[in-house]
């Protein structure tokens, strides 16, 4: 970790010495370890090999952002599945019901296939607004996404086309599978722009992180001071794996090193 650290990353660590007590016995040693980003490929490389949402949520909590968890009935469509980029929010309507000649009628998917085609690469199609009632994402949105070189899809809803998305294995999340259509029931109205999925609210641009136990969302002013944070952290944890491994008792362990 660098030498000298931001005044943000000062009171985070602060912060998070409160609530893991044992904090500094291990903190010397880290910081001895170069460990820093300049771009998203190395940030990313860094979450991948060292990080799960487990001990990023347990860092988020420390600073006071105890609400960044997605709803818990979001799930990969396989546990071995991994989602990692930057959110593009997409903001989904259900339609049923309206007259033929209102202005969201005027387009099969409304802004979907727009919204699809403006994915960028490492960015995640991150979509809320409709009702339980229809899938929001299949095979041939999966295809375009990843030749588009997008990172993967969180829905607050359901997915179809499951096995052809699990052969593409393309990073999906969502409730479940359930094959009726959004066409004729619910329109993407707006995209790109900030939305608030299960009470988190997402930006575009945040990094979005999901594994087997969950999907959180790092907003972007906060991202670089937890991800140093949750770094240390985990290698906290296992220090306290081999003395646990070793003999040492589960009390004496959080005593020292305030971390279980």
């Known amino acids: 970790m660098p030498a000298h650290r931001t005044a943000q990353e000062t009171l985070y660590l602060s912060r ?16 001895t370890k170069s460990v820093s980003w300049t771009t998203d490929a190395e940030l990313f490389d860094l979450i991948r090999k060292y990080l799960f949402t487990a001990v990023i949520g347990d860092i988020m909590d420390t600073q006071g952002l105890q609400h960044q968890f ?15 980029g930057r959110a593009m929010p997409v903001m989904e309507a259900d ?42 994402w299949g095979e041939l949105m999966s295809t375009r996404a990843r030749h588009l070189g997008a990172a993967g899809a969180v829905l607050d809803g359901y997915v179809r086309d499951t096995k052809g998305i699990l052969r593409l294995g393309f990073p999906t999340f969502c409730w479940g599978r359930y ?9 993407v ?34 991202e670089k001071a937890v991800i140093h944070l949750a770094l240390e952290k985990a290698l906290g944890e296992q220090t306290v794996r081999r003395a646990i491994e070793n ?7 959080f005593q020292n090193y305030g971390i279980m």
């Open 247 to 253: 003999g040492m008792s589960a009390v004496q362990a």
């Open 189 to 222: 109205v707006d995209f790109r722009t900030s939305i608030v999925m299960s009470q988190v609210h997402i930006a575009p641009g945040d990094l979005v992180f999901g594994d087997v136990d969950g999907v959180l969302v790092i907003p972007a002013q906060h």
């Open 95 to 136: 339609t049923a019901g309206l007259p033929a000649d209102h202005p969201l009628q005027q387009k099969p998917f409304g802004l979907m296939l727009e919204a699809l085609d403006d994915l960028k690469p490492n960015e995640i199609y991150i979509c809320t607004g409709s009702s339980p009632t229809y899938a929001l």
């Open 70 to 84: 997605l709803a818990p009935a979001i799930q990969p469509l396989h546990p071995d599945m991994i989602v990692l």
């Open 179 to 187: 094959a009726q259509d959004q066409g004729p029931r619910g329109k």
């Open 16 to 31: 998070a010495n409160r609530v893991f007590p044992g904090y500094k016995l291990w903190l010397a040693y880290i910081m």
